[in-house]
């Protein structure tokens, strides 16, 4: 697989193709970022764009993790000294999860968001953005929440970390689109050039199909969730025997296995009695999916080999959960 290849596997969205295809020609000392608000532990949504930043890093690329603990601080969760310790936990989880720690550059936003010079643009940004401009950007109001001055400056200081991290490349969940469309627009009027931007998807709520994965709302799977966990969450997991269901549905599971699984290991081995036609072994995601489509594979053994392959892939980051919280 080539560096493009490697760079937009299992996008979304490229913004735009040609920028990144240029980036890919070259794409040695290239810097991209994620911005995650420390928030807790990590789980499946963090994860998503995790296997995107080590297919950046394994294409030559320099990742940056923007660990937002002043947009975190906007957001009400909690004292700095709160939120850096839970962004120190995060950290960990990242590195025990599969970043090349001597490639991953992390960084607080308090070490560049409260100097004089970004404050000035800040407010330049708010001279110019009008609050239409800002309310499309921001992120969407959890279910009676009020909305504050703060999550109008919210996606603005988005706009500027894309500058002064120095990047030639923003990653994000496609939610982020709106604030990557945003700072395409307004940082030339500062001056400043234009990033392309990468747009992961978002995976379906794992019991239903509909909507979005999400801890705050359902069900999703974590780091700290043991191996019964990941299982009982993954037996529990709406999996029709087909990868388009009717209506706005989608397979979480099988999204899983795309996202998530075949990212990260070269093949895939479904485990069977000899008396259910003996073992299935999978090299890439389409023959996965052509085979549960045609009832060759049951969801139920895709649902075990799924819970085993994540259980696998977060098994490092609980161990560090647990060796940091004592």
Do not use: W
């Amino acid at each position: 697989m080539d560096a493009y290849e490697l760079i937009t596997r299992n996008a979304d969205e490229v913004v735009t193709d040609e920028e990144v295809r240029e980036l890919a020609a070259d794409p040695a000392d290239k810097r991209v970022y994620v911005g995650y608000e420390p928030s807790g532990v990590l789980h499946l949504g963090h994860l998503l764009t995790a296997n995107k930043l080590i297919d950046l890093q394994n294409a030559g690329m320099e990742v940056v993790v923007l660990l937002a603990d002043v947009h975190a601080y906007l957001n009400g969760k909690g004292s700095f000294e709160e939120i850096r310790e839970t962004a120190e936990q995060m950290k960990a989880q990242f590195t025990a999860y599969g970043l090349e720690e001597s490639n991953t550059e992390f960084v607080y936003g308090s070490e560049f968001q409260l100097d004089e010079e970004y404050t000035l643009d800040l407010h330049e940004l708010e001279l110019s953005t009008t609050m239409n401009r800002a309310q499309r950007a921001m992120a969407e109001l959890q279910s009676g929440e009020t909305a504050k001055v703060s999550h109008l400056v919210y996606p603005l200081m988005q706009t500027l970390d894309i500058e002064y991290l120095d990047l030639d490349l923003a990653v994000g969940g496609l939610d982020q689109r709106k604030v990557h469309m945003l700072a395409r627009e307004e940082l030339p009027e500062l001056g400043y050039e234009a990033r392309p931007c990468l747009h992961t998807p978002i995976v379906a709520d794992l019991t239903s199909g509909e909507g979005k994965m999400s801890s705050s709302e359902g069900i999703t799977i974590s780091m700290e969730d043991s191996t019964e966990d990941v299982e009982e969450k993954v037996n529990s997991a709406f999996c029709p025997p087909t990868r388009d269901p009717e209506g706005d549905l989608e397979n979480p599971v099988l999204e899983l296995f795309e996202y998530h699984v075949f990212p990260r290991f070269e093949e895939v081995v479904v485990e069977r009695p000899e008396k259910y036609g003996g073992d299935l072994t999978y090299e890439e995601y389409e023959a996965l999916a052509a085979d549960l489509e045609s009832g060759e594979l049951h969801p139920a053994d895709a649902k075990g080999t799924l819970a085993t392959y994540l259980d696998e892939l977060i098994a490092p980051g609980r161990e560090k959960l647990r060796e940091l919280q004592g």
